[in-house]
């Protein structure tokens, strides 16, 4: 009996120090937002994606036309943003600060890998939490089902795979992340639910991580560019990890890629030489690249291996 009420004891705690430590990784990339929406102010959450400031949240937090957006940070601090774009089939849209140093983004993991029965973890400003108490609300639970929902339901359009989990999710929680049991993002808390309940529900963060660079690209694609500067190279594709490969997701009509015969289903081996890890490092590779760089790849279609130079071009031009 006392060896049992050790492991026990031991087991509690061995829980407790993952829950604090998913906090504590977790925890300065979660925000609460707030945002005047054209039918009136809106609150929720929402997860930092990158040092320099790109944030996202839900649809129903930060729709189209929103102004006067709040993004509330631990401190409490609180940073102005502006409404880079929005995805509605996906209830997602991005934001956009400016701060003064460096930001804590959030790690995503694989939604992939995601199981029935996986531990998961609610993060983000339930009631106010952060903005009114400087503190996010962390709950916990499993993944209790995956499923796909195949129409739209009350306020929310989301048509697609979700995952169910049983850790609290109140009002206030649309936009914040669904973490795993390594404090890693795996989806995007939605108001989605089924016909027959209300439950927290996510969006796979696989399905929505495509959706975020097209919106990161078309922003850096508006900006004004300086006189004399050379413009961020386009090459017109985004690319997803799928069987341990680098496979082409789609292709922009009439983009640099579409024109040197890029498509949907084409694995990538390697960019400039280098063989690919998997799919963020491809971004990560050519994100610095400007408009006349060429770019090397190595393409494989249906076993066939293929050198490829294409010359970056400027998106929007044909």
Do not use: W
């Amino acid at each position: 009996m006392n060896v049992l009420v050790i492991a026990v004891s031991l087991f509690l705690q061995a829980s407790e120090e993952t829950h604090r430590a998913v906090a504590d990784k977790a925890g300065p990339a979660v925000v609460g937002i707030r945002a005047m929406a054209p039918l009136g102010e809106r609150s929720g959450s929402g997860a930092i994606l990158t040092k320099d400031g790109y944030v996202v949240t839900s649809y129903a937090v930060c729709p189209k036309g929103s102004e006067n957006i709040r993004v509330y940070l631990r401190g409490p601090r609180i940073l102005i943003a502006k409404l880079v774009g929005t995805a509605e089939e996906l209830e997602m849209s991005l934001l956009k600060v400016e701060p003064k140093s460096d930001l804590t983004p959030v790690e995503f993991g694989d939604s992939t890998a995601v199981k029935a029965g996986d531990v998961s973890y609610s993060l983000g400003n339930a009631s106010n939490s952060i903005i009114n108490n400087d503190s996010a609300s962390l709950g916990v639970g499993i993944i209790s089902a995956l499923y796909t929902l195949r129409e739209a339901n009350g306020l929310s359009i989301y048509v697609g795979k979700v995952f169910e989990t049983t850790a609290a999710v109140n009002f206030g929680m649309e936009g914040s992340p669904l973490l795993d049991a390594k404090g890693r993002m795996i989806g995007l808390v939605t108001l989605n639910y089924s016909p027959s309940r209300f439950l927290g529900n996510a969006i796979p963060s696989n399905e929505i991580r495509t959706a975020i660079d097209k919106l990161r690209k078309a922003a850096v694609a508006e900006a004004p560019i300086p006189e004399g500067e050379a413009r961020p190279g386009y090459l017109g594709l985004t690319v997803v990890d799928r069987n341990g490969k680098v496979v082409i997701e789609s292709v922009d009509r009439h983009s640099p890629a579409d024109r040197h015969g890029l498509a949907k289903g084409l694995i990538v081996l390697s960019l400039g030489g280098r063989a690919l890890k998997d799919a963020e490092e491809f971004r990560n590779l050519q994100k610095d690249l400007k408009e006349g760089d060429l770019l090397f790849l190595k393409i494989e279609d249906e076993g066939q291996v293929q050198d490829l130079k294409i010359p970056l071009g400027r998106k929007g031009d044909k």
